[in-house]
């Protein structure tokens, strides 16, 4: 990242509240379920699939982590009884991961308890390394109890072609990223050609042992790298698919549905919006500058 996409990065926390809003509306769904379900039925006109993530994370009481566990129920009813090609995405921290073992485990539980009753995909999502190894303990624990239940896995960890091994024992459905949160250099690497070679090379290691893998990525390069993968092991669209953020590059994502490629969109929504939307203005400084340029009452900027 430059010097400027730096400073421009930084002013985002002084940009008004009405701004971020109106770029949140492309990442995100909505506040309410009735948005979400929208926005889906849209999305499967398309071809694609969804899953569905309820905003909030790093909940600090434990009436907040049961608040979210019980909206997620009810996401689940609702997924039911629409007919729509949707999982649910789940965010550990939401329902207590930062607070106790035992609260996450009992509110996790019950969410994949319905979701198996109603015939629905949970996958655990990776926050930051504090989080990592509890992740995984939980994801492990919770598919040999209840079956489909996957989790995240993040290319910029060191940790993570190696964390593969536990999940492919299990046969886990993976969901390959890159990876979004700022960590250290002894932990993550921070060279985006390495990243890139990491998130291919555990793309590969996954697949061929024959796991199912959601590949997490707008980058091209790791798309070109999974697909070549796809062709020099002969594989069919049931085993893998692709995974795009609501809201980034719809081209990319028509492309891949029409050539006959499974895709899943990430559809978040909930009353959360300005931290979510904040995060994906930082991952993305040429977005940034836009809204930077708005709030300055300057034009749409040409870098």
Known sequence: MSLFDRLVVASIPVIPRAIVHR?????????????????????????????????????????????????YLRLLSAI?????????????TAVG?????????????????????????????????????????????????FGGVGVALQAYLRRSLADLDRLIRAKMNVRICKGIYRE????????PDVIVRNFAAMVEKHISAGCYAAIA????RCIQLALATIDRLKLGPDAYEFQMLLGVDPLLRRILI?????????????RDWYAYST????????????????????GPSTT
Do not use: W
């Open 258 to 270: 029409g050539a006959g490629h499974r895709l899943r969109v990430y559809v978040p929504y909930g």
């Open 184 to 191: 250290r250099r002894e932990i993550a690497y921070k060279d």
């Open 97 to 145: 991961l930062s607070i106790d073992q035992d609260l996450v485990r009992r509110n996790l539980a019950a969410i994949c308890r319905r979701a198996v009753e109603a015939g629905i995909f949970v996958r655990l999502d990776m926050e930051d390394s504090p989080h990592t190894e509890g992740t995984l303990r939980l994801s492990l624990d919770l598919v040999a109890e």
């Open 23 to 71: 770029v949140a509306r492309r990442y995100v769904a909505g506040e309410t379920l009735d948005d979400a379900i929208s926005a889906a039925r849209t999305l499967a006109g398309e071809g694609a699939m969804i899953t569905f993530d309820i905003l909030g994370e790093s909940v600090t009481r434990a009436e907040q982590t049961e608040a979210a566990r019980d909206e």
């Open 80 to 92: 039911a009884k629409s007919g729509l090609p949707v999982n649910v995405s789940v965010k550990p």
């Open 279 to 298: 995060r994906r203005l930082k991952e993305n400084p040429a977005i940034a500058r836009h809204v930077v340029n708005a709030t300055l009452g300057l």
């Open 217 to 220: 990525t707008h980058d091209e």
